[in-house]
Each structure stands twice: as structure tokens, then as C-alpha cells.
């Protein structure tokens, strides 16, 4: 009935009007546990997998050099700056020995039950707020629906096709968040100590809007309060280096946004007030407390946002990425937003359910095939790759010796059947840095942006290179192997090629 509480528990408040949070946990059983598992399973083949792409530049390097130390003797600094600050390559790398699997199906696992994780932690905030079971289960399978989702300005989705730090600290802020709705703070203190272990940038953001649930009367000073306590030293002053990686990367700074971005930004706000003035009507247990709260949190960091983005020394905390706290945002807001459209629109009506949820998930599963248009939809340890690209790579990881150093035009993951594959993540060899991943790695740490600068300067004009080109480049780095398009360069021997690529040798 309209206005009837959907849950007894998570209804009553004080005179003050702040929420009780409730005092017992709900169980969960085999039936649930199984649906999501199926959504898990779902959720991939509707999205797909892609294990060595994008951000595995980054992170698979740090899981095999900790595996194999003699692996990446050159530019390792480049992916080791992110490795050392995480227990991610740990984590990973012990799970493989623990296993004896292979490390790409190992990953594979992880991905899974990362996504497992996090939709089971959706589950448990959902029941809290919605007793009618079709409600629970549309706002889960919207949020599943969307993982791939790009989350306004902020070049992150809700969830990765590959297994990430931000896998892990995405499940795992969930699963505290949920934990602290549940009134179970010794758990949700545990998910918290975690997700500042395998993501202390994220962790900011949990920190920040678990607070607010805790303690709202002190939402207005308790976020600032945690970012002034980040010691100074840990953003040194802005280089003109740096300001290059800035300018490679224009969502570090909001000012930079387009206005499409911005839409991204203040509708989910406004989304957010109008669900929380409802919610407060209607009773939907602690609904109506987390939307006012998350409404108060996008405020915030929006605001600091803006802060530092203005031209001058504050430019130095971008590497901050305050608008990242959107994706705790977006993933709140689509669950609870699912769960009133399941509640109130849907209810039990197959056809309602088929008529959303049919054409959303073609809609999604489209854009993921036309934004790796040259790979297959689920890239599987075990299934061999159609791409040009990874062919090659391939090649080099079993053909070329552990300690040769290749350079790859700088671009090389934006180039016409690239599918933006990690030559480090799958060759499992040491480059010359790129114009992409590794000018992520110099945006987070400004020590590497000198160097990162001067090595993409030195292949300007890379389609132009000639034998004398690469031959400097040897002598200036020590390159002794490179990556090159059709048809080439001459004077060099290349015992691989494909349709696409040569593998050639600097002698």
C-alpha cells in the first residue's frame, strides 16, 4: 500500500528527526546468493571482459613483476609508483601462487567475484529500504545493468570490463556502506581499513560519505576536516612538466568539463533531492536519510572541486580528483532510483520488466562492441585473441628475450584497431612511456612528469621515423626493439608481422 512502510526496522526516528539505523542484520539465502550469482554472470557477458586493456596497463604489470622480479628491468617506475601504494599486486600475486592457476585466469576470478561482491552489497542496501522483494531485485539488476556506465566527467565507469584497484575499493566501500546502514561498524570498520589499502584515493571518498552517515550533524565540517589532515608534502608545487599531464587529462580540473559533464554533475543532484523528499513521505526506511546525505556529499566536493581548479598553486591538488566521489553517487542513485521503479512502476509485470530492461541492456552491450570494435566481446584466457594487436603482443612475450626494451608510437593505444590493449599488460615487456596510461601515472605522481615528458618528446613525429630515427633512439634510451605500422621502416629486420604491426629489431 502507497505509504505503508516497507520495513519495520529501518523506520523509526528520534525527535530530532535522525534516523535510527537498524539493529539487526537481515539473512540472506541460497536463493539469493544464487540470483547473483546469475546476475554476476550476466552483468559480464552483458558488458564483457577484456583482461589486458586500459588501466592493466597499469595494474597487471605490478601483479607479474611481483611474480617474476626480472620482469620490466626498464620504465617500471611508471606502473611501480601505483604498485607500491596498494595491496593490490600483493593480493593478486598470492592468490596465483596460492591457486597455480594461470595469472590471466586468475584475474579473470577476481573480476567476478568483485562484481559479485559489490552486487551483493547493493542487495543488502536495498532490503533495508524496500520490503516488497520486486523492488529489491529491479534496483540491483538496474545497477547491474549499468556497470559500464561512464560516470559524468570523471573517465571511470561504475565498474571496469578487467578487474582493478578500483574493482576491489568499489566492492569494498559498498560492502561498508552497507555494513553501516546494517548498524555493523566493527565489519564496516574492516571494509574501510581495506579499501584504504587497495585504493587510498577512493578511500577518501568512503571515508568521507560513511561520516556523513554516522554523524550528518557534522557532515558540514567533517569532510573538510579529513582532507585538511593530507599532508602537504604529498603535492608538491605545479611544474610546467605537470601542467603538460594536466593538459593531456582535462578532467583532472571541473573548469575543463563540457557542458554535457556538467549535466552529469546537477541532475543526479537534483534527482537526489526530489528521491529524498519522496522518500521522507513514503518512509522507505533509511532511503531518504543516505539521499539527503549523498545530496550533501556531491555538494561538498563539488564545491572543492571548483576550489582547485582555479589557475594558480592550487592546481596542485587535482591529482585529487574530487568529482570522482560521482561514483559512489551514481551507484546509489541508480539503485535506489531502481528500486522506486520496480516498486511503483514495474511491480510484478514481466512485460514492464521486458520493456525496460530489454532494450537497456542491448543499448549497453552496443556500446561495448563498438568501443572495441577489433576484439571479441569476451577477450577469455582461453580463447584466442582476433585483434592484430594483441597477436603481436603476444608474440613478443614468447619470442623476445625478459630484458629487451621496445618503443611504440606514443599514441600507439588510440591507433585504428588498437582496442586501447596494454602493450606492458600482455607483452609482459619493458617500453618507452606512452601518451596514455603512463601520463595517468605522471598526473598522480608529478616526480615521473619530467620524464615522462621528455621520452614522448623524443618520438615526436614517430610516423615519420627512419632507420637514423630509431637508431638515436637507442643510443639516447637503449631501445633495441620497436612496434611499427604497415609498411614499416627501412633498414630494419622484422622477424614478426601481421596485417597490422611489425615486431622489428634496432641493430
Not at 603476444?394 to 619470442?399: G, L, N, Q, V
Not at 599488460?425 to 601515472?441: E, F, L, T
Amino acid at each position: 500500500m502507497r505509504g505503508t512502510p516497507a520495513h519495520p526496522i529501518s523506520n523509526d526516528t528520534n525527535r530530532q528527526g535522525t534516523l535510527k539505523l537498524p539493529r539487526q542484520v537481515l539473512r540472506t539465502g541460497v536463493r539469493e546468493l544464487l540470483l547473483l550469482v546469475a546476475l554476476t554472470g550476466g552483468a559480464v557477458v552483458l558488458h564483457g571482459y577484456h583482461g589486458g586493456v586500459e588501466d592493466a596497463e597499469i595494474y597487471l604489470p605490478g601483479v607479474l613483476k611481483n611474480l617474476n622480479p626480472a620482469l620490466y628491468p626498464r620504465n617500471s617506475e611508471f606502473f611501480g609508483s601505483h604498485a607500491g601504494m596498494t595491496l593490490y599486486p600483493t593480493l593478486i600475486a598470492g592468490s596465483i601462487r596460492l591457486s597455480h592457476l594461470p595469472a590471466a585466469t586468475v584475474m579473470l576470478l577476481w573480476h567476478l567475484a568483485t562484481i559479485f561482491g559489490f552486487l551483493f552489497a547493493c542487495f543488502r542496501i536495498a532490503r533495508l529500504c524496500f520490503s516488497e522483494k520486486h523492488a529489491v531485485w529491479c534496483g540491483v539488476a538496474l545497477t547491474a545493468s549499468l556497470l559500464t556506465l561512464p560516470v559524468a566527467g570523471t573517465a571511470l565507469y561504475i565498474m571496469d570490463q578487467y578487474v582493478t584497484t578500483r574493482s576491489f575499493s568499489t566492492a569494498a566501500s559498498m560492502l561498508a556502506l552497507a555494513s553501516i546502514l546494517e548498524r555493523r561498524y566493527a565489519a564496516a570498520g574492516v571494509w574501510v581499513v581495506f579499501t584504504m589499502a587497495v585504493h587510498p584515493l577512493m578511500s577518501l571518498f568512503l571515508l568521507a560519505l560513511a561520516g556523513m552517515l554516522v554523524l550528518f550533524e557534522s557532515a558540514k565540517t567533517l569532510a573538510p576536516a579529513m582532507l585538511a589532515v593530507f599532508p602537504l608534502t604529498l603535492f608538491p608545487p605545479v611544474s610546467n612538466s605537470y601542467r603538460a599531464v594536466l593538459q593531456s587529462h582535462p578532467y583532472f580540473l571541473l573548469t575543463n568539463w563540457a557542458w554535457y559533464e556538467w549535466l552529469g554533475i546537477l541532475a543526479p543532484l537534483v534527482m537526489l533531492i526530489a528521491m529524498a523528499t519522496y522518500g521522507r513521505r513514503a518512509c522507505f526506511g533509511p532511503m531518504a536519510h543516505v539521499l539527503k546525505v549523498l545530496a550533501a556529499f556531491e555538494a561538498l566536493f563539488m564545491a572543492v572541486a571548483l576550489f582547485i581548479s582555479s589557475p594558480g598553486p592550487l592546481e596542485r591538488f587535482a591529482e585529487l580528483q574530487p568529482m570522482r566521489c560521482l561514483l559512489l553517487v551514481y551507484i546509489l542513485l541508480f539503485l535506489l532510483g531502481g528500486c522506486l521503479l520496480g516498486q511503483w512502476v514495474l511491480r510484478r509485470r514481466m512485460w514492464r520488466w521486458a520493456l525496460l530492461f530489454a532494450p537497456l541492456c542491448a543499448g549497453m552491450a552496443l556500446a561495448q562492441v563498438q568501443l572495441f570494435p577489433d576484439s571479441g566481446h569476451l577477450e577469455l584466457p582461453w580463447v584466442r585473441s582476433r585483434n592484430s594487436w594483441v597477436e603481436g603482443f603476444d608474440w613478443i612475450r614468447t619470442h623476445t628475450p625478459q630484458d629487451a626494451y621496445f618503443a611504440l608510437d606514443p599514441d600507439y593505444q588510440r591507433l585504428p584497431g588498437e582496442d586501447v590493449h596494454g602493450f606492458r599488460a600482455i607483452s609482459q615487456r619493458s617500453m618507452v612511456a606512452d601518451n596514455w596510461n603512463d601520463s595517468g601515472a605522471a598526473s598522480m605522481f608529478p616526480a615521473l612528469a619530467r620524464e615522462w615528458n621528455e621520452q614522448v618528446d623524443a618520438r615526436r613525429g614517430w610516423k615519420q621515423f627512419q632507420r637514423s630515427d630509431f637508431l638515436r633512439l637507442k643510443a639516447r634510451y637503449g631501445v633495441d626493439w620497436v612496434v611499427l605500422q604497415h609498411p614499416g621502416a627501412f633498414g630494419l629486420v622484422c622477424p614478426y608481422q601481421n596485417e597490422r604491426i611489425l615486431v622489428c629489431r634496432i641493430d
